[in-house]
């Protein structure tokens, strides 16, 4: 199974706009609220500590969120179900945000993590190489999440990107050398390109050809199981 990252971000909003209701509004029921809402997230954790399933963060953007797609046809989902048919049984967060940078993702990682992973899938940099980015910013980015996760203990996959080649030879390979480079610095578990086998392929992608369609996204899916297998420490059945 996995857990919308939506669902959270709307609690979260919520109760961000009860804590800024003026003094005096509504006292009584912001206190009921605000009760229920520690206790939600209490039982919410011990459920994750009571389970023997791997727990895993999707981080990344739409290609993660699933722009485009149901949620059932996203790649949190996608995965899920083809590391069942693996007989590896995981809860997945799906983490993504449409639209979003390294940048973004750093801002947000600390708060991500409000519970115990067994492994944090990175997928990200696609919309810094849109955006032309510099490279060496990218590679601070990621470098410090990285870092962060490695700090908490939490086994890591980082998926690389590849630059659009109109940005020229140097930008592109600047860019793409950071997800190895990263994956040598820190000896985390990597996947070379995640959009290996559909990048470039109309039939596996949605009219505006940057974004997987449910096919494109069951063969990234289906690709990286061996990798997610091999990072959990599960073995191949």
């Not at 590896?88 to 750093?106: E, M, W």
């Not at 930008?171 to 820190?186: E, G, S, T, V, W």
Request: charged share 20%; proline share 7%.
């Amino acid at each position: 199974m996995f857990v919308p990252f939506q669902a959270r971000v709307e609690e979260r909003a919520q109760a961000r706009h009860r804590a800024l209701r003026p003094y005096g509004e509504d006292r009584p029921r912001f206190n009921v609220l605000l009760v229920l809402t520690l206790l939600c997230s209490i039982l919410h954790t011990a459920a994750w500590a009571a389970s023997d399933q791997p727990r895993i963060l999707a981080l990344g953007d739409s290609l993660t969120a699933g722009y485009g797609l149901s949620q059932s046809e996203a790649f949190p989902a996608q995965l899920t179900r083809k590391l069942q048919a693996a007989k590896v049984t995981v809860n997945i967060v799906n983490a993504g945000v449409s639209g979003d940078t390294t940048s973004g993702a750093l801002q947000r990682i600390d708060w991500l993590m409000d519970g115990p992973y067994d492994l944090v899938i990175i997928e990200l940099g696609a919309n810094d190489a849109l955006r032309a980015v510099d490279p060496a910013l990218t590679k601070q980015n990621l470098d410090r999440i990285v870092t962060k996760l490695k700090a908490l203990g939490i086994p890591i996959l980082l998926a690389g990107m590849k630059a659009p080649r109109n940005l020229g030879p140097d930008y592109a390979l600047q860019f793409d050398r950071i997800f190895p480079n990263l994956a040598q610095k820190h000896s985390v578990h990597f996947y070379p390109f995640f959009l290996d086998g559909i990048a470039a392929k109309p039939a596996f992608n949605q009219a505006d050809g940057m974004h997987p369609n449910a096919k494109g996204v069951a063969i990234i899916a289906e690709r990286m199981v061996p990798f997610i297998i091999n990072a959990l420490g599960k073995e191949p059945q």
